[in-house]
């Protein structure tokens, strides 16, 4: 493993995430989204979108499909949320952990 290039690539998408608040319902958490998925399907992952709506708040989960042809890999959840509170680029809340994904 390439440790080094990783840890580029990790500071590169935390980066490309928190350069402005992703604010539900604006074009910077729409642009987000669009990233997210081209990242994901680079990586080989089939990837819908699963619409919600919680207590009034609609917004829209990602959801990765296993790869087809990797069947023999064990099945890991992980997650993590895209969206920021208005005005806080969100680097740590969570671009860190989308850029994990």
């Known amino acids: 493993m390439d440790w080094e290039r990783l840890a580029e690539d990790l500071r590169s998408h935390v980066e490309r995430l928190a350069r402005t ?10 642009e987000a989204a669009q990233y997210i998925r081209e990242q994901l399907q680079k990586a080989g992952f089939l990837v819908r979108e699963e619409p919600f709506d919680e207590a009034g708040f609609e917004g829209t989960n990602l959801i990765t ?18 969206d ?18």
């Open 84 to 101: 920021t509170k208005p005005a806080t680029p969100g680097a740590d809340d969570n671009a860190s952990g989308v850029a994990a994904l």
């Open 21 to 30: 608040p992703r604010t539900p319902e604006t074009p910077a958490h729409q």
């Open 65 to 82: 499909q296993p790869i087809p042809d990797r069947s023999d890999l064990p099945l890991l959840i992980v997650g993590a949320h895209y």
